[in-house]
């Protein structure tokens, strides 16, 4: 059973970011997240820069087979792209968002509940959903902890 915590909202700050946007099979994510983060942490060493944040995936759409992903790094101002790495930012506004722990493959609920806060608040969903993610796959599956943001109006 996924474990999360309390859904709530936030007034999120607009955050800068370095990112990849490519189309995907849910399948391939694994491996492409890893060469992603892989590459954006050999260019943040490159320009001396840290990450300002954890890393996250955008969803900005929910096709399994054609996933429309941008892989991302938060960082602590606007830094210059470089070939497939691009500059960007995630928004500011409000977001409803909740602490899940446990498997990727079990998120589906998760995402069916801040559905239900956001109906039943009155709410409509805008934008798109972002997954942050706190630590990797050197951690067992049930001890994976992931932010999950749903922007709203």
């Not at 938060?74 to 722990?101: E, H, N, T």
């Not at 069916?112 to 050197?138: C, Q, R, S, W």
């Amino acid at each position: 059973m996924p474990r999360i915590s309390n859904i709530e909202m936030l007034q999120k700050m607009v955050q800068p970011t370095l990112f990849i946007r490519t189309i995907a099979k849910v399948q391939d994510l694994p491996v492409l997240i890893g060469q992603s983060y892989g590459k954006m942490a050999a260019y943040l060493q490159e320009v001396g820069e840290l990450l300002a944040d954890v890393p996250y995936v955008a969803y900005h759409n929910m096709d399994m087979q054609n996933l429309d992903v941008e892989i991302g790094f938060p960082v602590a101002r606007q830094l210059p792209g470089k070939d497939d790495i691009q500059s960007g930012s995630i928004p500011a506004g409000k977001v409803v968002f909740c602490m899940y722990r446990g498997a990727y493959s079990e998120m589906a609920p998760v995402y069916d509940e801040m559905a239900k806060f956001i109906a039943d608040h009155h709410l409509e969903p805008v934008g798109t959903a972002y997954e942050h993610y706190y630590n990797g796959p050197e951690f067992p599956v049930s001890d994976m902890l992931t932010m999950i943001v749903m922007p709203v109006k």
